[in-house]
């Protein structure tokens, strides 16, 4: 039986090869009403969330450089989950014996992910909920202004996730 309490269903995110094109169509065409722009990786309030393909590519896979057809391919498709507890949940992957992509990895904006395959090879994504990473770089010393830059999150926003922690 899953422990369910160790992470949850976050959103889908879809790699794009232009972003703002993809941006004005989710937007303008399907409706979408954004909830976070970071510029490589927009957030939408219905939890679609679309990156820069090849700055998510080399992100992940180290390979910016490949080809094209790999944005049609099962690996440019992630489901994302979040988790309060990044070592529990990498010790339960590693009891069920998934197929890691990476291990625990410290994103280029500080955030603790891990990514994984399902049976059919779908690539899943754990990472840390973003106020847990700020009250987590909060706690090793980092002034929530570095917070905001390191991790490039609004200031107002790491300052409230600071506040209600």
Same mark, same amino acid.
Request: proline share 2%; aromatic share 10%; charged share 25%.
């Given at each position: 039986?899953?422990?369910?309490?160790?992470?949850?269903?976050?959103?889908?995110?879809?790699?794009?090869?232009?972003?703002?094109? =993809?941006?004005?169509?989710?937007?303008?065409?399907?409706? *979408?009403?954004? $909830? !976070?722009? @970071?510029?490589?990786?927009?957030?939408?309030?219905? +939890?679609?969330?679309?990156?820069?393909?090849?700055?998510?590519?080399?992100?992940?896979? +180290?390979?910016?450089?490949?080809?094209?057809?790999?944005?049609? =391919?099962?690996?440019?498709? $992630? @489901?994302?989950?979040?988790?309060?507890?990044?070592?529990?949940?990498? $010790? @339960? !992957?590693?009891?069920?014996?998934?197929?890691?992509?990476?291990?625990?990895?410290?994103?280029?904006?500080?955030?603790?992910?891990?990514?994984? !395959?399902?049976?059919? +090879?779908?690539?899943? *994504?754990?990472? $840390?909920?973003?106020?847990?990473?700020?009250?987590? @770089?909060?706690? =090793?010393?980092?002034?929530? *202004?570095?917070?905001?830059?390191?991790?490039?999150?609004?200031?107002?926003?790491?300052?409230?996730?600071?506040?209600? +922690?």
């Amino acid at each position: 039986m899953a422990d369910n309490s160790i992470f949850s269903y976050h959103s889908t995110v879809l790699f794009v090869r232009d972003v703002a094109a =993809s941006k004005k169509f989710y937007t303008e065409v399907m409706g *979408e009403e954004i $909830e !976070l722009d @970071l510029g490589k990786n927009i957030g939408f309030k219905s +939890g679609i969330g679309i990156w820069d393909g090849s700055y998510g590519r080399n992100v992940i896979f +180290g390979d910016a450089g490949a080809g094209d057809d790999d944005f049609s =391919s099962k690996r440019m498709l $992630e @489901l994302y989950y979040e988790t309060d507890d990044m070592d529990r949940t990498s $010790e @339960l !992957l590693k009891a069920a014996g998934v197929v890691f992509v990476h291990d625990v990895v410290a994103q280029p904006w500080c955030q603790l992910t891990v990514r994984f !395959l399902d049976p059919d +090879g779908h690539m899943i *994504e754990v990472g $840390e909920r973003m106020d847990v990473c700020v009250k987590r @770089l909060a706690a =090793s010393g980092m002034s929530g *202004e570095k917070i905001a830059e390191s991790t490039t999150m609004p200031a107002d926003i790491v300052k409230h996730m600071l506040k209600n +922690g």
